[in-house]
Every structure is written in C-alpha cells, then in structure tokens.
C-alpha cells in the first residue's frame, strides 16, 4: 500500500525557477523523508522531518510539514538541470517496527538548461 | 567510505533457476531492508530485518526469502524465479529512526 501519493507526478520547469514538489499520506508519522532517484540509480536520502518539527532547510532544499493536513512539501529553489530527477517522499508510521518506509510514487522533475 | 554494495548489478536469468542477490553495508546499522521498483508503483518493501536472526515481511514478501546471519549482510533469495519477479531491486540499511541508506540496484529480468 502506498502511505505517500506525490503531486504533481511530473513537473518541467526552466533553470533557475523554483520547483514544488508535494507529498500527502494518511497514517500518523514518526518522520517523513525525502529521496532524489537519478534514472536507474539508488535513491539518495535528501532531508528527514520528524512529526515535531515544522520546516526544515538544507541548502537549496525547504521541506515543510503539516501533521494535521498530513502532507509535506519540497521546495528546490533556484533549480539547476542537474536537479533533474524523481523525488520521493517517504514516511515511518507510528505503529512502524524495522524502521519501514513506506514511499510513494514519486515526482519525475525535468529541469531544462 | 560509508556504503551499501549489492551483487550482482544486472542479472538476466530463466523462470525457476534460484538465484541469491546479496547485500552488505559497513556502517554497522542494525536494519537493513530489500525493496523492488516497478514502474507506476514506486518502491515496495520486500522484507525487513531489524537485526541479526530478526527478519519480517513487508508489502510484498511472496516468492521471496531472506536471511541475516550477520549484521552487515542480507542477501535476497528467490527460490523459484518467475516472470513477474523482473524488477529493479534495491537494498537499504539504516539506524533506527535515521535515514536510509540505498544500494545501487540489481536490474533483475526473469525470462
């Protein structure tokens, strides 16, 4: 079952323009995290958010969380066309044991040049 | 360097040959997790383990099996591969709580 839906699924924008990426999901959360897939690669983990917290930063990267809407956000500012990946949100459940992620289906984020 | 490595990349296989994936990471976590990616579905979770000789299922154990006799490897097992077993699967370890930490894939195509 997937905890995480993405919005939108895909999403092209030109260098230099902001990219948001939204995630919703539907059972209560330790965390929520975010994932960059380079085609055909391993998912490289980005930012995790715990339930308490709010907004998070990291470089060009801004997640938000709403625990009462249960959805997050991920802002790329100032996008590059080597941002040009799929982003997945991905979520440790409440009732969770072995630290099991639940991800969604992702965002396929096209950056151009 | 902090890594999880899986073996082999890419394997092209015939419908009931076993096969073993293996996984192994250097960062002494505890959990370590099997994942498959299917177009249109997103990553499902094969099987976890929480520690040595601690394994679970997850979303989509049927067909497959683990074992974690060590704490830095845990190798996937299909015992009898079939068709709809083509996928991309990844191999995951982490602390608990933490972030994950991914493999690279094996690109698996049973025929």
């Known amino acids: 079952s997937q905890q995480g839906e993405e919005d939108p699924q895909a999403l092209s924008i030109q260098e230099g323009e902001n990219a948001t990426m939204n995630c919703s999901y539907k059972?209560?959360?330790?965390?929520l995290q975010w994932y960059r897939q380079n085609s055909g690669r391993g998912l490289v983990h980005l930012i995790l958010i715990r339930s308490n917290e709010r907004e998070k930063h990291s470089g060009r990267l801004r997640v938000t969380l709403d625990t009462s809407k249960k959805s997050s956000s991920l802002l790329i500012t100032a996008s590059r066309a080597a941002d040009t990946a799929s982003y997945f949100c991905a979520t440790d459940a409440h009732n969770n044991a072995g630290n099991m992620l639940t991800f969604g289906g992702g965002t396929r984020l096209m950056v151009k040049p | 360097e902090a890594q999880v490595t899986q073996n082999p990349r890419y394997l092209i296989t015939v419908t009931g040959k076993k096969l073993t994936v293996t996984c192994s990471q250097n960062m002494n976590h505890e959990y370590m997790s099997w994942y498959r990616q299917d177009p249109g579905l997103g990553l499902r979770q094969i099987y976890y383990s929480m520690n040595v000789e601690v394994t679970d299922k997850g979303d989509v154990p049927e067909g497959y099996k683990v074992s974690r006799k060590e704490k830095r490897n845990f190798p996937l097992i299909l015992e009898s591969p079939s068709p709809n077993q083509t996928s991309l699967y990844f191999c995951?370890?982490?602390?608990?709580?933490?972030?994950?930490?991914f493999g690279p894939g094996t690109r698996l195509t049973v025929t």
């Open positions: 995951a370890s982490s602390s608990p709580g933490s972030e994950q930490y």
């Open positions: 059972t209560s959360i330790n965390n």
